[in-house]
């Protein structure tokens, strides 16, 4: 119980500060903006109490505002993020059993499996944030491109960090 | 009531979120625009050192190219500076100096986003305060928007709320601009009169009506300029002069005849309001 805790607070401090201090200042072409700390809150136990996975995620959110100085804007795509992660899961493991606590890995879940959880996750993510930022839909399909965009890339960088720390310090 | 409370804490997952969601687009849409940036802006120590000893860490990586532009900036001052001859000559005419500049290194900037800001090491100890210029040595570069002890948010030309009062070199049209493009290369001047038009390679300076930033300061130069004869107000393309991706110092501005104008701005406008 507590170990799964302490997890989540490292993975909580050093996804957000990879986020701030790194993702943050990639620029392919200065479009692409990964969001890759949203990973905290995809690995999160499976069946994790509601309330508290909504709250998880508005902390995060402020989290990476407070070091992006964009109030609100992470916290209210993360909020949503959160709202339909459970749905997800119903969604594409219906049929698996999770232990108490345990999150939702490619080792619990297979690497299929999480790959089209995170995809639609990350894409909710993308989409919502990029259009909140501008807050019109003047550009909609530059901001629509982007925003594709920015989504794979996040996706790759989640499958590369979970390929490096994934098994071994099941991170 | 009782049941009321039964109700929402039957369904507080979905009560939760709208409560959160509000929250959040409640703090999005008050931190928006620019003075909402001034009230709202997330200005701290704790974030600050973070960033400075990233940078100390990272900022080597840029120094070369840093000094090329300081050496450049060096040559150019030099050529404005008179020969001291000319110092005793009757005709000469004091430069206006209510600007003070106080030089401050970049710990963290963005380029990539709809909104972008970047944080730099001076902050209230070292007199920053909200509203001030921020130049480098090519151009202009944004405004002050948070200041914490020893750090300071600025709200860098690359906001889609940030627009600057300037003025076409040549022939000393007021015009504004804005950011209004997808990288960080470019900008938009706008509000251009249509029977000015622009060649490229044309200078875009400020115009020192705002009191934020001293006149003559380059913001960028024309790229490409397309008039329509239809409307009154045309716009055109701009090569910013500062290299936003490459900021390591900048200047902050601090207009000491601010207070002063502003004052009497206010004592003139009041009865008008």
Known sequence: ?????????????????????????????????????????????????????????????????????????????????????????????????????????????????????????????????????????????????????SSAVTLLIIVIVMLIFGKRRRF | MRNLFALLWRNQFFVLFILLETTSIFLLTQSYSYHGSLAYSTTGDISGNIFNSYNNLTGYLSLAKENTGLIKENARLRNMVRPSSLLKDTGYIKNDTSYKYIPARVVQNTVNKSNNFMVVNKGNNDGILKEMGVISQSGAVGVVVGVSNNYATIMSLLHSKMRLSARIKKSGQLVNVVWGQKTYLFGTVIDIPSHISLEAGDSIITSGNSMIFPENILIGVIESHETDLNKNLSSAKIRLGSDFNSLYHVYIIDNTMYQERDSLIRITTQGYE
């Open chain 1, 1 to 149: 119980m507590n170990n799964v805790i302490v997890l989540n607070i490292v993975r909580f401090l050093s996804l957000g500060l990879a986020q701030v201090l790194i993702f943050n200042n990639m620029n392919f072409g200065s479009y692409i903006n990964p969001s890759v700390y949203i990973l905290f809150i995809l690995l999160l136990p499976a069946r994790i109490n509601g309330s508290l996975l909504l709250v998880l995620s508005f902390i995060t959110g402020l989290y990476i505002d407070y070091f992006a100085n964009s109030m609100g804007l992470h916290a209210s795509v993360c909020v949503v993020v959160g709202f339909i992660r459970p749905s997800i899961i119903n969604l594409f493991f219906r049929n698996q059993e999770f232990a108490s606590n345990e999150g939702v890995t490619p080792f619990s879940v297979g690497w299929q499996g999480f790959i089209k959880y995170s995809l639609v996750l990350v894409l909710a993510h993308q989409v919502l944030m990029f259009y909140l930022e501008v807050m019109s839909f003047n550009n909609f399909f530059f901001t629509l491109s982007k925003s594709l965009l």
